[in-house]
């Protein structure tokens, strides 16, 4: 079991930044990336990022592009979402999720197959 701990969500004013952190209790042999999902009040849960453990590979969904980065500390764990100029729209529980590689009868699967507790971030006009 991988447990993930969110921190860093707040409220901040349109256009400043914030920083959330990710720390999973550890990876397993199936670990392959750590990512961020978001989800706002009446919305359906949108993706935010990505970071593979191994080659550091980036991923970002269109809201977010040129605005988010995301980083990685393989030493402890830990993932971070650096968030700039943040608009009003990305007020929403931030969670993060912890991807895994199974092989079935050969055939890759991926999953999100653990998820932490999420982190509010709120963005006032």
């Known amino acids: 079991q991988v447990r993930l701990v969110e921190s860093g969500g707040g409220l901040v004013q349109a256009g400043g930044s914030l920083r959330l952190s990710c720390a999973a209790s550890?990876?397993?042999?199936?670990?392959?990336?750590m990512g961020w999902f978001r989800q706002a009040p009446g919305k359906e849960r949108e993706f935010v990022a990505t970071?593979?453990?191994?080659?550091?590979?980036?991923y970002f969904g269109d809201s977010v592009k040129g605005r988010f980065t995301i980083s990685k500390e393989n030493a402890k764990n830990t993932v971070y979402l650096q968030m700039n100029n943040l608009k009003p729209e990305d007020t929403a529980l931030y969670y993060c999720a912890a991807e895994s590689l199974y092989y079935e009868g050969g055939v890759g699967r991926r999953e999100f197959d653990y998820w932490g507790q999420g982190t509010q971030v709120t963005v006032s006009s």
């Open positions: 550890k990876r397993t042999l199936n670990s392959i990336s």
């Open positions: 970071i593979a453990w191994n080659d550091s590979s980036t």
